[in-house]
């Protein structure tokens, strides 16, 4: 297998059935083995590993015209005809491990050889733990908007046999978090905000990114929307760091536990009612980041296995008896997904009521959602704060999806009490529902401590300056009164204000990592990346202060710090939600520059948030050299820790052994 590049990123995509990989048949759709794969590995803009297709040579005139009169655009190319070293080159192969045996094609005929983006021999190399060899797809380099450079996404296909909706998918995600940047699941649409939801609450402590996409009509259709659903998805994956569950679907990405399909018929399947997109798909790929989660606590990835049955879903109506409530809540029911009219009214029955208190009172846990498509729960009313006397606990505006499946993970877990678990169901966990926030400031100069541009100058002279004495920089003061009536001086609008303020502090927060400057560095992730002009138009700080990235080497201020040995800065970004799977445009994380230098403390650190060394470092070899030269060099301290940043001599290499 070739080693990783830079200017590359690996997505594992898990199909796992649905419409966008299904056949017509005389009963109807029907899903067939790696038709998906063959599929796209046959279309360039999703596989165009010599770089000869239009979309490849048509950044300029130029370089179209070169391509069009070499003879490269021949839509015909058959494999047969390429050498087997240029097809491994085509293909080099991934690694992937599962819970369940990768599925073998059952449609070859006898005697054909087997196409080349099929699995590679599959083998059980544990109780319940398979590791097959799968050959890779490369899309045409891209850019995207607010990226330097342009990226090709390097992807692999894990298909099951037989194809099914997802069942035990949760389980593969501890086996491949490593080894890939990102994960698409493809997935039917009726149950797709079901799993959405789910995954956003079993993948505990996500540093990665995660989106569940499928189609309307399936990709063997002429007219599609399985393409755009796919690329796009790939496109997200490959070029952001997303740290959740997400669903992407007609051009827009949403977060998973928001969601709920609207359409059976409709491209635009899927909505979020009460929450606002993560990602628009435009001309411009829009990343509303100030509504992306940050992970803060310094935990390590993991997953949850478990998700309670013993829960249900009872929809109020009209004349609902008691007798009926109390048949519904009986055991084995743990949870019970009350939904309500409005903003939390229900019938003022006794019995009913009386049924609702006694199921409380038995411990089982019982949260109310409004039936209406937009709103929440709330207690403005006096017939909603009837259920929480009986001890029902509001939900907020999750969806019916979000609030059945948060009441399974949590009844799942056997050390949370039936009162810890109404407790947590009323708390975000994971952005699924919202609670109030107090107002920013509309004036980023009106924010303590941070006097307007002259404050951000003030630090930036004092970091600029070298450590040898030179003459101090006085700013001169604003001038005001009658000076200012006298000169006419330039008065700045809020908006030239606030723009100025938040580029200086993307430059100010790598001077203060780089530093170990607390001050500072608190100073800057205290200004807001949400500061508004006087029209309330937002000022963005693309990835928000504690990720925004240096121009010129793509590293941000937790690599600048892990560089530097800034233990200090390393443990208050990471509080204040850094990514530590962040590569620069070498390729490296600050997991790898902190090994590189020597800084124990700050290894462990970012290995304790989840941190694991890229696949470039990996498969170029500069981990295991590096580990070999400590070796040889009898360095007992730096091969400490790089094995303690996950570093093993008996980890398989690009060849599986």
Known sequence: MNPSRPDEARVLVIYTGGTIGMLLSPNGYVPEPFFLTETLRRQKRFHDPLEDSLFSNATSVEGYRVWSSSGSSSPVTPESLVSPNALVTQHPTFVVRSSRPVGKSQTLPVGLSRPSTHMQGCEKISDGVYQARLPSLVTPRSTVSCKDGSKRIRYAILEWDPLLDSSNIEMNGRFNYTAFDAFVILHGTDTMSYTSSALSFLLEDLGKTVILTGAQIPLSQLRNDAVDNLLGALSIAGNYIIPECSLYFNHTLYRGNRVSKASSFDLNAFHSPNFPPLVNVGIDILVNWNNVLRQTRLRRFRVHKDMSPHVATLRLFPGMTGATARAFLAPPAQGVVLETFGSGNVPQRTDLLQALQEACDAGVVVVAISQCYRGSVSSAYETGRVLQRVGVVPGGDMTPECALTKLSYLLSKPELSAS??????????????????????????????????????????????????????????????????????????????????????????????????????????????????????????????????????????????????????????????????????????????????????????????????????????????????????????????????????????????
């Open 420 to 657: 810890q678990v109404r407790e947590l169901i009323s708390a975000p966990l994971r952005g699924e529902l919202t609670q109030q926030t107090l107002s920013l400031p509309s004036n980023p100069a009106d924010l303590q401590n941070l006097h307007g541009i002259q404050g951000l100058l003030v630090h930036f002279v004092r970091l600029m300056s070298p450590s040898s004495q030179m003459p101090l920089i006085t700013l001169t003061p604003d001038v005001e009164g009658v000076a200012q009536d006298t000169t006419a001086s330039w008065s700045k609008t809020a908006a030239e204000t606030a723009f100025t303020e938040a580029a200086l502090l993307r430059s100010l927060v790598h001077l203060a990592a780089a530093r170990n400057d607390l001050e500072c560095l608190e100073l800057c992730l205290d200004a807001s990346a949400d500061w508004k002009t006087e029209d309330s138009t937002p000022i963005v700080v693309p990835g928000g202060t504690v990720n925004c990235l240096e121009p010129g080497s793509n590293r941000s201020p937790l690599h600048v710090a892990a560089l530097n040995g800034g233990t200090g800065c390393v443990s208050r970004l990471l509080e204040a939600g850094a990514l530590v799977h962040l590569r620069d445009n070498l390729g490296h994380t600050a997991l790898y520059y902190a090994a590189r230098q020597g800084y124990a403390d700050i290894v462990n650190l970012l290995v304790s948030a989840g941190a694991n060394l890229g696949s470039l470092e990996y498969d170029a070899g500069y981990a295991s050299l590096a580990l070999k030269n400590a070796i040889d060099a009898g360095n007992y301290k730096s091969v400490s820790i790089w094995r303690n940043a996950g570093v093993n001599v008996e980890r398989p290499g690009a060849d599986g052994k």
